[in-house]
C-alpha cells in the first residue's frame, strides 16, 4: 500500500507558472515509477507527466512538453511537477499516481492515486 498527498495548486494568471508537490509513503515507492495526471470538468484523466524509478527516464504528453517538467527526489519520497507558461486549457484536478515500475502513461496501470490538488489557470 502508498498513500499520496498532492500539494502546490492554486489559482494563477495564464502564462504564470506553479510547483505542485506529491508527497509519497507507505510501500517504497522508490521502487515504483511516478506519475501525474489531470482532469478537467467534462473530460476524461490524461497523462501529464511521468518520471522512471531512478529519476532518469521522463516523459511528457505532447501538450505539456517545454512547459512542464517532473522530478523526484527518492530520499524525501516525493514527485514535483513545475508548470510554466500556464494555459486555460492546463485548469484541471491534478492527481500524482503510483504503483506500477514502469512509466506508463495509461492510467489504468496505476495502483494509488492521491486526492488530487486543483490548478485554475484564469486569463
Known amino acids: 500500500q502508498a498513500q499520496l498527498v498532492e500539494s502546490g495548486g492554486g489559482l494563477v494568471q495564464a502564462g504564470g507558472s506553479l510547483r505542485l508537490s506529491c508527497a509519497a509513503s507507505?510501500?517504497?515507492?522508490?521502487?515504483?515509477?511516478m506519475s501525474w495526471f489531470r482532469q478537467a470538468p467534462g473530460k476524461e484523466r490524461e497523462f501529464v507527466a511521468a518520471?522512471?524509478?531512478?529519476?532518469?527516464?521522463?516523459y511528457y504528453a505532447d501538450s505539456v512538453k517545454d512547459r512542464f517538467s517532473i522530478s523526484r527526489d527518492n530520499a524525501r519520497n516525493m514527485v514535483y511537477l513545475q508548470m510554466n507558461s500556464l494555459k486555460l486549457e492546463d485548469t484541471a484536478v491534478y492527481y500524482c499516481?503510483?504503483?506500477?515500475?514502469?512509466?506508463?502513461?495509461?492510467?489504468?496501470?496505476?495502483?494509488?492515486w492521491g486526492q488530487g490538488t486543483q490548478v485554475t489557470v484564469s486569463s
Open positions: 499516481a503510483t504503483g506500477t515500475p514502469v512509466p506508463y502513461s495509461d492510467s489504468r496501470r496505476y495502483a494509488y
Open positions: 518520471v522512471g524509478r531512478s529519476g532518469s527516464s521522463v
Open positions: 507507505g510501500r517504497t515507492v522508490s521502487t515504483y515509477a
